[in-house]
């Protein structure tokens, strides 16, 4: 057999090969190639309650994980400074006033006097803690019989429907993008799970890409936080889990 045809021969072969393979990858690129995808922690809006006055814990009504509604019952303080002086304040309370309709108390006196029953009220008040919101007890900081000075963390409730996420993108994505704008958010390790959400809050300062960003490289780039509030009504996402988007417009 002639080498000159065997040679031709091969050359016919790799350039259909060669041309197949070109085919395939503009085939995959165009059809098959998936986006970037950006990666965000979600986040629930939280409320860390905190005692108002000195004093030490007399009652827990919930535990870590409790479903809870706006004005229900978390923490009793004892507050016994305030429940002593009570009666004593009420009685000068009362007295003042009768002087003062009879004219025998100046009104500074029923002023002081009014002031200084308000006062211990307020602050027994505040001896009843209750949740301002409807959410899930998610931290409980003290036990019964523990003292609480002012400003001492008690609980922390979460909304579990208010749940966000940012999201770090580069400056040459941020003209894409505005306030408002849906995006769908995946759950890679749920079968790609979908999510509806919008966007609430583009960062107009640039910043360091955040520690938690595996290579060096990559926390050395400038980028801008596009914040994206999502979708819960099952409450399937939950605060700490990674959730994937790549932002473009639905």
């Not at 100046?106 to 301002?132: F, I, M």
């Not at 910043?207 to 926390?219: A, D, G, I, L, Y």
Request: proline share 4%; hydrophobic share 40%; charged share 20%.
């Amino acid at each position: 057999m002639n080498m000159s045809k065997i040679t031709k021969r091969q050359y016919v072969y790799a350039g259909i090969c060669a041309a197949m393979c070109i085919a395939g990858y503009v085939v995959y690129r165009c059809w098959f190639c998936v986006p970037f995808m950006y990666a965000g922690t979600l986040e629930t809006s939280r409320v860390v309650l905190s005692a108002r006055v000195a004093s030490d814990v007399s009652q827990i009504h919930v535990a870590e994980g409790d479903t809870v509604s706006a004005g229900d019952a978390l923490i009793d303080l004892s507050c016994d400074t305030q429940r002593v002086s009570a009666p004593q304040i009420d009685n000068d309370y009362n007295r003042i006033v009768e002087l003062f309709r009879r004219e025998h108390a100046s009104q500074a006196e029923l002023d002081a006097a009014t002031a200084r029953k308000n006062g211990n009220d307020l602050q027994l008040s505040w001896c009843h803690v209750t949740s301002p919101i409807n959410g899930t007890v998610t931290t409980r900081f003290r036990e019964v019989g523990e003292i609480v000075a002012p400003g001492t963390p008690l609980i922390t409730i979460s909304n579990p429907d208010d749940i966000w996420a940012y999201f770090y993108v580069p400056y040459d994505v941020l003209y894409k993008l505005r306030v408002g704008q849906t995006v769908t958010g995946i759950l890679p390790e749920a079968s790609n799970m979908r999510f509806s959400g919008h966007i609430v809050k583009i960062s107009e300062n640039a910043e360091f890409t955040p520690k938690n960003v595996q290579t060096r490289e990559e926390r050395m780039r400038l980028v801008y936080g596009v914040k994206v509030r999502f979708d819960n009504p099952d409450l399937t996402l939950k605060s700490g889990m990674t959730i994937e988007s790549d932002l473009i417009n639905e």
